[in-house]
């Protein structure tokens, strides 16, 4: 999508996926586990379980704080450190 979306409308689509990534987060949080404290699916490949749960709230948080951090951008910044566009072993090298 990013590579057909016009300049002046880029920010939008990375607000888009942030508010997406927000919904399948409210939803994670409205599923609850069976009595046993796990499920399957796709005849026994896919197990979720307490854990698993955890790490997929905990990374759909991280994603969309990237998300929106990376919207904040302006376009064409500079990198924040010196000299971060070259190789960090240039400086090794004779």
Known sequence: ?????????????GYAAAIGLGIIFI??????????GFEY????????????LFFKRFFLLAAIIVLI???SLPIGSKPALPNSTRSSCSRYRA
């Not at 999508?1 to 689509?13: C, E, F, I």
């Not at 197990?47 to 698993?52: C, H, I, K, M």
């Open 69 to 71: 951090m990376s919207v």
């Open 27 to 36: 939803c994670s949080l409205n599923y609850k586990l069976p009595a046993e």
């Open 1 to 13: 999508m990013d590579l057909w979306t016009p300049a002046s409308q880029k920010k939008l689509l």
């Open 41 to 52: 699916a796709f005849d026994k490949m896919y197990v979720v379980d307490g854990l698993a």
